[in-house]
């Protein structure tokens, strides 16, 4: 079965937007574990405009299933990852003012410097991934930095999904057989959904764990937190 990580980013910016601690983030975490998703995700940006640093210390005692955190690997990003330890690190180019990630790394650009640090991060005994676009050339980029996995940037598919146009799933096909082949762990996320969840999943070969936050999140206003880890659950399996 493919693993479900629930990115909690959301519920962060709605106890930011108000302040005090509404929603109860360690509470939610907690929760969804107990509900069967296997993991959780958090991504802390520099502005700490929804999950802070803090609350990364905090959650680490809690997670007792999969802790996965991403984000641009910043000096401050890496000291955070190194005294936190989580299960994963997940690498992500997102510009200090993006909104949201918008772009795979360029690993063959950026070779050596990914090699760098995911070199410090299995040395602390952390598993690595890397945030990619599916382009052969990069998922071969990504196997010389000696990363244990790749995360597939689900954007695109996503969009063409929605529009009806099923061929979106392609170079995903593609890039996901090259991982394979190299033996690198197959990830995804962004922008996948209830709609889309299962069909990525059938399509896609060796496909290891989904992180998933804002439609969860979204989808969970109308159809209750509980109810849309089991729905995602169902989909995966």
Do not use: C
């Not at 641009?72 to 994963?88: G, I, M, R, W």
């Not at 206003?221 to 849309?228: A, K, M, Q």
């Amino acid at each position: 079965m493919t693993k479900l990580s629930v990115n909690i980013n959301k519920l962060a910016t709605l106890r930011n937007a108000r302040g005090g601690n509404v929603p109860d983030i360690l509470k939610a975490a907690t929760d969804i574990q107990r509900f069967g998703a296997h993991g959780i995700t958090i991504h802390p940006r520099p502005d700490e405009r929804h999950i802070r640093y803090q609350d990364a210390r905090d959650l680490k005692p809690i997670v007792y299933t999969e802790y996965n955190i991403e984000g641009n690997p910043e000096q401050s990003f890496v000291d955070l990852v190194l005294q936190v330890k989580p299960t994963q690190v997940t690498l992500v180019p997102d510009a200090i003012d993006a909104i949201t990630s918008n772009a795979g790394w360029d690993t063959i650009r950026n070779q050596s410097y990914l090699t760098e640090i995911i070199t410090e991060f299995r040395r602390n005994s952390i598993r690595t991934s890397i945030f990619v676009d599916p382009v052969v050339a990069i998922i071969e980029g990504a196997k010389a930095t000696g990363t244990d996995r790749i995360e597939l940037y689900t954007e695109s598919f996503a969009h063409q999904y929605s529009l009806g146009n099923e061929k979106g799933i392609n170079p995903y096909i593609v890039a996901a057989q090259k991982a394979n082949e190299l033996g690198l762990g197959i990830n995804a996320g962004h922008d996948l959904s209830l709609d889309n969840i299962a069909f990525f999943k059938q399509n896609i070969p060796g496909l290891l764990e989904v992180s998933i936050g804002h439609a969860l999140i979204a989808e969970s206003i109308y159809l209750g937190l509980e109810n849309v880890v089991q729905m995602y659950l169902h989909k995966l399996k």
